[in-house]
């Protein structure tokens, strides 16, 4: 019979499973187990939990084989009371050394952010398997602290003298260090796992190609997809799809669609990959044709793609064409979420339709988040509208009162107002809060490595040379008419005191840096990790006229391609 119950769960019957254990008027341990394992394997959780209360209830004792499905859904609940106090039945059970117990309590702790008590536990092994040297590195990558987990990485390696930890080891490294932003780092260890010839997994693959895309290096991009392509996940959907989203966010939409079209079988989840690659690109047109080629392939719309669509007509202007698609998500029953109501808020706003968008945040609903009033306060900001800012802010110190950002956003639309005693009021708040803005830097790839500045970055080797640069584009500038936006110093200085500080920039010196340490007609690569401001990014556009060159920003927001004088944002970003 308990293989009957078992048979069931496997094939998804649990309803069939669970008839057959209600037959039994006293089950057994064996009985209990299977019932047990047969929920957690289902992935109902809360049901393996009730299942094993009722079992003590009746007096049933419970095994080693019991509590490892109960733990694994502990896990999953993420519920560190009832964490807890199974262990402390585990104690009292006399499980406390069963080395499958102990696995299951080390992987809880850590994936419910108790590092500390899983490392107590581990350290409480005496037969450490390769179980459980996976789950205290996978916990402490996940929870933030990859140096420790490389640490103990190296402990692993010399310690059963191991020359190749295997892959879910390497797994939990890579996506660690990518996860807790050092995505460097993760693509380190990738080419150092397989210059050891260890052959990584899809999982191990997607891993990397998503750390590639945050460090987004165009060259790292494309030996990455060479990689894929020699390797036996060149067919693979989801690292494909990882591909997209890398070179997109690497600034090359072209190399993006390139992968895209060379994949015959799409999901809708690559589809929407490539849109919102478009629409971090402004290419609203080309994500709204490619939207309607998805349709005709009979691939329906998600709600991600929607929002990619939304971000697509925003960094273009769509306004109409971007409410008309937020209209449509009711025709696949996709229920909009505070991510796509910001959207709106931002297209309108953004648009100078401050009114339409206060009105249609009244009418949403559901609560207005984070994001919402995120983007009607970047929008009070571009329009100088300090009352509606005003609330807008307050409703954000509401909602998430640490957050640096919000109150640097509050305290520019003062500044760009000239009300300074306002921008002295935030930045009191904001030190008594302990909050310190966000240092501004930009980075620069030249042959392969990538240099990074920040305001007035004086630092570098070449930096007499580098200055010399900004100084000759400076004089290039005035000569062709150029007039700096002194608005965009948000400190109450004089003419000639906003005029250098503008450009010193990190962005500015970034480009300086660029034109000196590359051919003629190279076209120069750049991530900020703040919104570029209004003079810098008139400043680029006319400096890409003047030295003939195409030069790629990437800032908060999206991308900027400066050519001829010109930029792909058409001025609206």
Same mark, same amino acid.
């Given at each position: 019979m308990t293989k009957l119950v078992n048979g069931s769960s496997n094939l998804g019957q649990i309803w069939y499973a669970r008839k057959l254990f209600d037959e039994f !008027?006293?089950?057994?341990?064996?009985?209990?187990?299977?019932?047990?394992?047969?929920?957690?394997? +289902?992935?109902?959780?809360? $049901? @393996?939990?009730?299942?094993?209360?009722?079992?003590?209830?009746?007096?049933?004792?419970?095994?080693?084989?019991?509590?490892?499905?109960?733990?694994?859904? !502990? @896990?999953?609940?993420?519920?560190?009371g009832l964490s807890r106090l199974i262990h402390g039945q585990i104690i009292r059970y006399g499980f406390g050394s069963d080395v499958f117990v102990q696995n299951g309590l080390v992987a809880l702790y850590a994936k419910c952010g108790h590092i500390s008590v899983a490392k107590v536990v581990f350290d409480g092994l005496y037969d450490r398997t390769i179980v459980s040297w996976t789950s205290i590195i996978s916990g402490y990558a996940q929870n933030g602290e990859a140096m420790e987990a490389l640490r103990m990485f190296i402990a692993r390696s010399f310690f059963d003298q191991m020359e190749t930890p295997n892959v879910i080891m390497w797994n939990a490294m890579i996506s660690g260090y990518a996860k807790n932003g050092h995505a460097e780092e993760a693509v380190d260890l990738f080419r150092y796992m397989i210059s050891r010839n260890i052959k990584p997994d899809s999982v191990t693959v997607r891993s990397a190609v998503l750390a590639s895309a945050q460090v987004g290096s165009l060259e790292l991009a494309r030996w990455m997809d060479d990689y894929v392509s020699k390797s036996k996940y060149g067919g693979d959907i989801f690292v494909n799809t990882a591909l997209i989203d890398m070179y997109a966010k690497c600034g090359s939409v072209e190399s993006a669609r390139m992968v895209f079209d060379r994949n015959s079988d799409k999901d809708v989840v690559m589809w929407s990959a490539m849109i919102m690659g478009y629409g971090l690109h402004g290419q609203g047109w080309e994500a709204i044709k490619l939207y309607h080629a998805m349709k005709q392939a009979r691939v329906f719309p998600n709600d991600v793609t929607f929002i990619g669509l939304l971000t697509a007509c925003n960094h273009s202007g769509l306004v109409k064409e971007g409410w008309e698609l937020f209209h449509c998500m009711k025709d696949f029953e996709i229920e909009p979420r505070n991510e796509h109501y910001s959207c709106v808020v931002d297209l309108l706003g953004r648009a100078g339709y401050l009114g339409q968008a206060c009105a249609f945040i009244i009418k949403m609903p559901i609560e207005p988040g984070v994001s919402v009033w995120g983007a009607l306060l970047s929008a009070c900001k571009i329009h100088r509208c300090v009352s509606l800012g005003e609330h807008a802010a307050k409703k954000l110190f509401s909602l998430d009162p640490y957050n640096t950002g919000h109150y640097v &956003?509050?305290?520019?639309?003062?500044?760009?107002?000239?009300?300074? $005693?306002?921008?002295?009021?935030?930045?009191?708040?904001?030190?008594?809060?302990?909050?310190?803005? $966000?240092?501004?830097?930009?980075?620069?790839?030249? +042959?392969?490595?990538? &240099?990074?500045?920040?305001?007035?970055?004086?630092?570098?080797?070449?930096?007499?040379?580098?200055?010399n640069e900004l100084q000759r584009l400076e004089r290039r500038l005035k000569e062709v008419g150029f007039v700096p936006h002194t608005e965009s110093v948000l400190?109450?200085?004089?003419?000639?005191? *906003?005029?250098?500080?503008?450009?010193?920039?990190?962005?500015?010196?970034?480009?300086?840096?660029?034109?000196?340490?590359?051919?003629?007609? @190279? @076209?120069?690569?750049?991530? *900020?990790?703040?919104?570029? !401001?209004?003079?810098?990014?008139?400043?680029?556009?006319?400096?890409?006229?003047?030295?003939?060159?195409?030069?790629?920003?990437?800032?908060?927001?999206?991308?900027?391609?400066?050519?001829?004088?010109?930029?792909? !944002?058409?001025?609206?970003?």
């Open positions: !008027c006293e089950p057994d341990v064996f009985m209990w187990n299977a019932i047990i394992r047969s929920y957690s394997r +289902n992935n109902m959780f809360r $049901d @393996t939990v009730e299942m094993y209360k009722w079992m003590r209830w009746t007096g049933v004792r419970p095994d080693g084989f019991t509590f490892p499905y109960v733990l694994k859904a !502990c @896990t999953e609940l993420l519920d560190f &956003q509050l305290s520019n639309l003062y500044a760009s107002s000239r009300l300074w $005693d306002c921008v002295a009021r935030v930045r009191v708040l904001m030190r008594e809060k302990g909050l310190n803005k $966000d240092l501004g830097y930009s980075v620069i790839e030249i +042959n392969g490595k990538l &240099q990074a500045f920040h305001v007035g970055d004086n630092s570098h080797p070449m930096a007499k040379e580098i200055f400190h109450d200085l004089n003419y000639e005191e *906003k005029e250098e500080n503008l450009s010193f920039h990190s962005e500015r010196i970034a480009v300086a840096f660029g034109l000196i340490s590359t051919a003629p007609g @190279t @076209t120069l690569r750049i991530t *900020k990790n703040l919104r570029a !401001c209004v003079n810098c990014h008139s400043a680029i556009k006319l400096i890409s006229k003047l030295v003939e060159r195409e030069i790629i920003v990437r800032d908060a927001n999206r991308f900027h391609h400066f050519k001829d004088g010109l930029c792909s !944002c058409g001025d609206y970003w």
